[in-house]
């Protein structure tokens, strides 16, 4: 009884927001314990800088157009800038005053194609690496540098580094290798009273998150993913924002540089003990999350989307059940006489009880999704920043809306069907006058009767529903895959779940597993867990239209709960589906996140590649977006709104005397016209925002994807799990190396994705224009209607 007792108060604690919180609890608990091992140097340190520095200057400017941007990169493969060379009477480079070298593992990390100036082969077989960085030598400069002359500078001096140093200035500005280039051998000593951090970037970033203090002495404004900070300098009365990411695994010292600019600055720790010596004793962070402030850990909306897709499925079912069985009861109660099926009392009953199913699963979805959602977005907007209520409720009735023209174009449907005979004389006059006057007058009295044609439409608006179940549900046995990461995050066992030391990690997350009684635990790090699978759209794709240029995407469950929510009008959860992605390519961009590579401590995320991965993104989302404008924006809005307001002139005409039912058609036909005209602004408000997102992507890779050009040298390279399903019962038993697969891009490829990206973004310009043009049309039609008195409809429409 006991037992039960608990199970069942963890049902209830595991009802959305209540897992979500336990994992909020459990993930602060993690960076708490993270953040403990941080050493804190409160007397802060004196560095004694020894520096090359390259004064260039304007010596180049003349070959301007013809040099590479400066990369700076680090001896751990990491990338920090990547910008064009200053050309004026203050620009110069400037680097450290010892060999760097690369190991091997990490050189896959570098782009080779513009690393070469800054990373080469020695011939002892290991690999230099320049770690340069500009400098503004001006008065300021001289006021800080001093020439480094004396006896006791000469030993930090490396020849071997200054000789590495020219070899990388001659290859960065396309010098002869016999031309000899002046390079000032320099020092500065600064005593820097901030306060001192250090740790790994992992321990780092968990103190900032939990402690507000830290950040605001910082100046850092915000945390950016899970590995970068946002930082505020000023330069006199200049300011502005750096962002500095970490590599989660590596060493760091974290402080306030105030030389020329003032701001927080990160340096690996190994590089910081060459110049620098700290003052005082280290302490902990004593009170780390118990300041005000504490920022909960990051999380990915695809942990919790698994949770979100039964209601999204769920919805989509009874929504577009409701309507066919809406349809059945007027067709078959027809038939047995029953005149109550063709009020318009159905129509409302059915809208309201379907609206209450929807708004239900909306709200149950998004308990799932809000968290990780908001982390993400920061803001909800809807033309300008709203207030969440207000928000909530703009969204809410949108999803109403929305249920309303699925029931509404489904009433419409067999209203045509029933009075096809008497419309079709009009119906034919109506057409054969309209901008379609040119095809054969047989066509509207043959072919595309009203019954045809309202039977046809309605069932292209099916294709709401059929498309994204066809892309959302998991095709059978593709979940075999996925046999040792478990088929979904464990989300409803976040109760269970503790925070706490194993033999391989300072700080992991234990989950308990097994039936009931059982307390077996397994480490679990949230931040590898990936799922995708194939479905019924995957498979037809990759058997069928491959070969015509489709793409085969697989599906996670963030991505069906996406198309799901489309499918059943869920504007809440939909809303989602454009502003999730669209923060995820600016992350992308802002971050230069490119692709994973094996390293020796796992998967390990690189800045090469990050046009690429970031063309890739848009292309998910401009593809889905183009099948949104297809089946919502022309066969769903567009054709039924010329449909309907043809119906509604015709039954003006047919029923001049204004009779009760012709009052209540036009009213019923009005409320749908307007829903209709409501749901394309909202579509088209969403293509805008493509609009927006696509300019940003191509401007950030534009430059890179035409320097590329046609070129086949590797530009990235991709690691990844082999999960392709295919794979032997002892899959488990394998290494992972073996299981490691890899796969080289070249500028070709970024090339061609670009085009993709590109033919797919005007496809949907194209759909976006072809449905306004038919909207308008409809409005026009409408409106000349009402006032033509040769059809005796120049009265205005009746009160409802």
Not at 564 to 579: C, I
Not at 582 to 605: C, D, M
Not at 673 to 698: G, K, N, P, Y
Request: hydrophobic share 40%; net charge neutral.
């Amino acid at each position: 009884m006991a037992n039960r007792g608990r199970r069942a108060a963890r049902v209830r604690v595991c009802s959305g927001g209540g897992c979500l919180g336990a994992w909020v609890r459990l993930l602060n608990a993690r960076d708490v314990r993270r953040a403990g091992h941080v050493k804190i140097y409160d007397e802060g340190f004196t560095e004694t800088a020894y520096r090359y520095i390259f004064p260039y200057k304007e010596e180049y400017k003349h070959k301007a157009a013809e040099l590479q941007n400066l990369i700076t990169i680090l001896p751990s493969g990491k990338q920090e800038n990547d910008e064009p060379l200053e050309q004026n009477e203050e620009a110069g480079l400037i680097t450290y005053t010892r060999c760097q070298t690369m190991k091997e593992h990490d050189l896959a990390k570098v782009c080779r194609t513009h690393s070469e100036p800054f990373v080469w082969a020695r011939p002892d077989k290991t690999f230099a690496v320049v770690q340069t960085w500009p400098v503004e030598i001006n008065a300021k400069f001289h006021e800080k540098f001093e020439e480094a002359n004396s006896p006791e500078d000469a030993e930090k001096f490396e020849k071997e580094a200054l000789d590495e140093f020219k070899t990388s200035m001659r290859k960065l500005f396309k010098l002869k290798v016999s031309e000899d280039l002046t390079v000032w051998s320099m020092k500065k000593r600064t005593r820097n009273e901030y306060p001192l951090y250090t740790g790994t970037g992992e321990a780092l970033m968990a103190m900032l998150r939990i402690n507000k203090k830290v950040r605001d002495a910082l100046d850092i404004e915000a945390l950016v993913g899970r590995d970068g900070i946002d930082c505020k300098w000023t330069c006199e009365t200049r300011t502005g924002n750096q962002v500095w990411t970490m590599d989660l695994n590596l060493e760091y010292c974290l402080y306030v540089k105030d030389g020329w600019d003032k701001m927080a600055c990160v340096k690996p720790k190994a590089q910081f003990d060459w110049d620098s010596f700290t003052h005082g004793q280290a302490k902990m962070d004593s009170d780390a999350g118990s300041a005000p402030g504490t920022l909960p850990y990051v999380m990915d909306l695809e942990w919790f989307a698994s949770e979100a897709y039964q209601w999204t499925l769920m919805s989509a079912l009874l929504v577009w059940s409701s309507a066919f069985l809406t349809v059945m009861l007027r067709w078959f109660g027809t038939d047995l006489g029953w005149t109550w099926v063709n009020t318009p009392w159905v129509l409302a009953v059915a809208t309201g009880m379907t609206s209450m199913i929807a708004l239900y699963a909306d709200l149950k979805a998004m308990k799932w999704c809000i968290v990780p959602w908001l982390q993400k977005v920061k803001q909800l907007k809807f033309i300008c920043t709203l207030p969440f209520p207000f928000f909530l409720v703009y969204q809410l009735f949108s999803t109403v809306l929305q249920i309303f023209t699925i029931q509404s174009n489904a009433w419409f449907m067999v209203t045509a069907v029933q009075n096809n005979d008497e419309m079709l004389e009009l119906w034919t006059f109506l057409w054969k006058y309209s901008m379609f006057g040119f095809l054969p007058k047989r066509t509207w009295s043959n072919v595309f009767t009203p019954k045809v044609l309202g039977i046809f439409i309605w069932c292209l608006s099916t294709l709401q529903l059929i498309l994204p179940l066809m892309k959302s549900v998991p095709w059978p046995g593709s979940q075999k895959s996925s046999r040792k990461n478990g088929l979904r995050f464990p989300t409803r066992r976040a109760g269970d779940a503790r925070a706490a030391e194993s033999e391989e990690s300072e700080d992991v997350i234990f989950v308990k597993h097994g039936g009931v009684g059982q307390d077996e635990e397994t480490p679990f790090v949230p931040e590898s867990f990936y799922y995708d699978f194939d479905t019924c759209w995957s498979k037809l794709v990759g058997n069928v239209f491959e070969v015509w240029g489709f793409p085969a995407y697989k599906c996670t469950y963030r991505e069906s709960v996406a198309h799901l929510a489309l499918a059943s009008g869920l504007r809440y959860t939909g809303a989602m589906s454009l502003s999730y992605p669209k923060q995820r390519i600016y992350e992308i961009i802002q971050l230069k996140e490119g692709y994973s590579i094996k390293t020796p401590k796992g998967l390990e995320p690189l800045p090469q590649g990050w046009q690429l991965r970031a063309l890739k993104e848009f292309q998910k989302l401009a593809w889905w977006q183009e099948s949104r404008a297809f089946f919502i924006m022309v066969c769903k809005l567009a054709f039924q709104m010329n449909l309907q307001i043809s119906y509604i002139i015709i039954f003006r005409i047919l029923h001049d005397d204004i009779t009760k039912m012709t009052d209540t058609m036009t009213v019923t036909g009005c409320i749908s016209i307007m829903s209709l005209l409501f749901t394309f602004t909202l579509e088209l408000l969403d293509v805008f925002a493509m609009i927006v997102i696509c300019w940003h992507v191509r401007s950030s890779v534009r430059e890179a994807v035409f320097k590329l050009g046609s070129s086949s040298k590797p530009f990235a390279l991709e690691d990844f799990q082999d999960d392709d399903g295919q794979q032997d019962e002892d899959e488990d038993e394998r290494p992972n190396d073996e299981r490691t697969n890899r796969k080289l891009y070249s500028g070709r490829d970024v090339k061609a994705e670009y085009y993709i990206a590109m033919r797919s973004f005007w496809r949907l310009i194209g759909l976006t224009i072809f449905s306004t043009w038919l909207i308008f049309y409809a409005l026009l039609k409408f409106f000349c209607a009402m006032r033509c008195e040769s059809l005796g409809l120049a009265e205005p429409l009746p009160a409802s």
